[in-house]
């Protein structure tokens, strides 16, 4: 956090008290919400306080290296203090509750301004928000899932991506409501129609539209990453998506993510580890290990 230094925040009876620690090498930065201090350790555990009601974000993708993502939340009645953090991480911050809103006169709030310190590891994450009262006792947290790129993703009414680190020549396959996939070998899970039908010219912007091949044949790109983007609604129906290990290029093992994001909203995301056993499989239309099913 930044800005001028201030007193010590502490919650009775826990414990729960923010140091003079301004929190600046943190993987998790906070802005934009008076009073907020850094406090270290594991995140209170509830034990009868008020639970956490909502957590939200205004998107699912939050930039590395940025402090610009506006979260809100909705608290239990008599909560006075909050604390937010991520799950599996030590250390949050811990602000002061807000006043209720309009709509819900009963509940206190939060708000803030979150981003991730450089050096935070790609791929999901969970936010967590959990509320105390005066006497130092939490309740139940509220989470929303969100995931950290390096740069921003592409935009469409739904993304589905594979990220990765090192040399491997990894594919993202997707397979639509339809049946058709989108991979490196035919990167459009649009099917045109059989020869001598009449075929609709704009067809093609229908289906789900792989960006590019990462890591192609070993051609290092960096951090690497593919995508499989609709610019129109997606079909409506069961989406399975698939990571084939093409070439290991030299490395031991590729660590991976998957995301499939629409409007806004993460309809799922899974980690995995792609070691040269992937690549002695079959490859093309089909191939790879399954990341994620889900339904729209």
Do not use: K
Not at 14 to 42: E, H, I, N
Not at 249 to 275: E, F, I, K, N, Q
């Amino acid at each position: 956090m930044h800005g001028r230094a201030v007193l010590p925040l502490a919650l009775a009876g826990c414990g729960v008290t923010a140091t003079p620690d301004p929190g600046l090498t943190q993987l998790l930065q906070l802005s934009g919400s008076p009073g907020a201090q850094y406090r270290p350790g594991p995140l209170p555990a509830p034990d009868g306080g008020p639970d956490a009601v909502v957590l939200r974000s205004r998107h699912v993708n939050v930039t590395v290296g940025e402090v610009r993502e506006r979260i809100t939340g909705v608290l239990g009645p008599e909560t006075r203090s909050a604390v937010v953090g991520i799950a599996g991480v030590d250390g949050g911050w811990l602000l002061p509750a807000g006043p209720p809103s309009f709509e819900m006169p009963d509940q206190p709030t939060m708000a803030a301004t979150i981003g991730l310190a450089d050096g935070f590891p790609p791929g999901p994450f969970t936010l967590i928000v959990v509320g105390g009262d005066g006497d130092g006792r939490f309740g139940a947290v509220a989470v929303t899932e969100l995931v950290a790129n390096l740069a921003p993703p592409p935009t469409g009414e739904l993304v589905i991506g594979l990220t990765w680190d090192g040399p491997a020549d990894l594919d993202l396959h997707v397979v639509d409501a339809l049946g058709g996939e989108a991979w490196s070998g035919d990167p459009n899970t649009w099917d045109p129609p059989p020869a001598g039908e009449p075929a609709d010219p704009d067809g093609h912007l229908t289906g789900g539209v792989l960006d590019r091949d990462g890591n192609a044949s070993c051609h290092r790109d960096g951090r690497p990453a593919e995508h499989v983007v609709w610019v129109v609604p997606p079909p409506a129906g069961d989406y399975v998506v698939r990571v084939d290990a093409r070439s290991m290029c030299g490395a031991p093992s590729a660590a991976w993510y998957v995301t499939a994001v629409r409007d806004d909203t993460l309809l799922g995301a899974a980690r995995g580890v792609a070691t040269d056993a992937d690549v002695q499989q079959t490859h093309g239309a089909g191939a790879g290990v399954r990341a994620l099913r889900f339904t729209l």
